[in-house]
């Protein structure tokens, strides 16, 4: 069985270096330059030719990753699409981040001098609490690019949500700073998660999902 990933905002395949999938071939979409003024639906058209379309296709999106899975899905028949610390429309966006997406503030939004600050306040955000979970997140950040960034950030903003046909599972951790629970409809929650929980809370995770793919194997 093949399963593709789609990781965070600006990050790759190390958000899921501990999700352990013994009976899953684990494929990662790579991030591509956006094109000026792409639309989300035009960059994840451009994304699908990274998926083998002739073969039955599973997507586990991650945060701003879940994004592009939903929009993905409505493009190429799905047989399931996971969501991890991710939304399913802009009502599930907290009070803040939907201010920010009427006002247009986004736009003003100079990432470059934002990095540092991000560095310095991605532990509280992602929940990352060990050496080991704060040093790959530090990496991630530091590993983002910054173009990228502006543009995710736009589209995120932009999104009017997704109308997919395939079944959707969310996992949404219950201390989820960035996305928090308390707006999100129709999830699996996990107990104690942050937005970084498919790093804090991989073995929960990867249990949930070798269960959804394989059901018969537990």
Same mark, same amino acid.
């Given at each position: 069985?093949?399963?593709?990933?789609?990781?965070?905002?600006?990050?790759?395949?190390?958000?899921?270096?501990?999700?352990?999938?013994?009976?899953?071939?684990?494929?990662?979409?790579?991030?591509?330059?956006?094109?000026?003024?792409?639309?989300?639906?035009?960059?994840?058209?451009?994304?699908?030719?990274?998926?083998?379309?002739?073969?039955?296709?599973?997507?586990?999106?991650?945060?701003?990753?879940? =994004?592009? /899975?939903?929009?993905?899905?409505?493009?190429?028949?799905?047989? $399931?699409? *996971?969501? &991890?610390?991710? +939304?399913?429309?802009?009502?599930?966006?907290?009070?803040?981040?939907?201010?920010?997406?009427?006002?247009?503030?986004?736009?003003?939004?100079?990432?470059?001098?934002?990095?540092?600050?991000?560095?310095?306040?991605?532990?509280?955000?992602?929940?990352?609490?060990?050496?080991?979970?704060?040093?790959?997140?530090?990496?991630?950040?530091?590993?983002?690019?910054?173009?990228?960034?502006?543009?995710?950030?736009?589209?995120?903003?932009?999104?009017?949500?997704?109308? =997919?046909? /395939?079944?959707?599972?969310?996992?949404?951790?219950?201390?989820? $700073?960035? *996305?928090? &629970?308390?707006? +999100?409809?129709?999830?699996?929650?996990?107990?104690?998660?942050?937005?970084?929980?498919?790093?804090?809370?991989?073995?929960?995770?990867?249990?949930?999902?070798?269960?959804?793919?394989?059901?018969?194997?537990?």
């Amino acid at each position: 069985m093949i399963v593709y990933f789609i990781s965070g905002l600006g990050a790759d395949e190390r958000a899921f270096r501990y999700i352990k999938l013994p009976s899953v071939e684990k494929r990662f979409i790579r991030w591509i330059p956006p094109l000026h003024n792409e639309s989300l639906k035009e960059y994840t058209a451009r994304l699908i030719v990274q998926i083998d379309t002739t073969r039955p296709v599973t997507l586990v999106g991650l945060s701003f990753g879940g =994004i592009v /899975a939903q929009a993905m899905a409505e493009i190429i028949a799905c047989e $399931r699409v *996971f969501l &991890i610390s991710c +939304v399913k429309s802009p009502n599930e966006l907290s009070w803040g981040l939907r201010l920010i997406r009427r006002t247009k503030m986004y736009g003003l939004l100079p990432l470059r001098g934002l990095k540092p600050l991000a560095l310095r306040l991605a532990p509280y955000w992602f929940d990352a609490v060990s050496d080991r979970q704060k040093g790959l997140l530090k990496n991630i950040i530091n590993d983002t690019d910054e173009v990228f960034a502006r543009w995710a950030i736009g589209a995120l903003m932009c999104w009017q949500g997704s109308r =997919i046909t /395939a079944p959707l599972i969310h996992l949404h951790g219950t201390g989820d $700073r960035i *996305f928090p &629970i308390r707006y +999100v409809r129709n999830y699996t929650p996990i107990k104690g998660g942050g937005h970084f929980m498919v790093v804090t809370h991989a073995r929960k995770i990867s249990k949930l999902l070798q269960h959804h793919l394989n059901p018969v194997t537990l």
